[in-house]
């Protein structure tokens, strides 16, 4: 079956970074767009970046933009987010997702789902 497994999340300082990985099997991964979803206490779930099958399409939303980076690895079936000058604001639980739309941005147009990774940042 489709498994996503994402790892590297933590306990981070404000300005400091991290960056998560999402290991994709059980799918042709090169076939499917990528997202990283993100959702703190009491908020929605929202798209904070996304990478088209063949890497060469990224999408951010404009509080990341400039600060997170997105990556895939079509060879490792893996997906990153390199996040960068990270904020108390980008404390929430981080989800990688796959889907065969390529522009996606709702989180119902998404396939399949890794079990998240916690992501605190510390003022």
């Known amino acids: 079956q489709v498994q996503l497994v994402e790892s590297g999340g933590g306990l981070v300082q404000a300005r400091g970074s991290l960056r998560l990985s999402c290991a994709a099997s059980?799918?042709?991964?090169?076939?499917?767009?990528m997202g990283w979803f993100r959702q703190a206490p009491g908020k929605e779930r929202e798209l904070i970046a996304r990478?088209?099958?063949?890497?060469?399409?990224?999408y951010y939303i404009d509080s990341v933009k400039g600060r997170f980076t997105i990556s895939r690895d079509n060879a490792k079936n893996t997906v990153y987010l390199q996040m960068d000058t990270l904020e108390p604001e980008d404390t929430a639980v981080y989800y990688c997702?796959?889907?065969?739309?390529?522009?996606?941005?709702?989180?119902?147009?998404?396939?399949?789902w890794g079990q998240g990774t916690q992501v605190t940042v510390s003022s």
């Open positions: 997702a796959a889907t065969t739309f390529s522009d996606a941005r709702s989180w119902n147009s998404y396939d399949y």
């Open positions: 059980g799918l042709t991964f090169s076939r499917y767009t």
């Open positions: 990478i088209r099958s063949s890497g060469t399409t990224t």
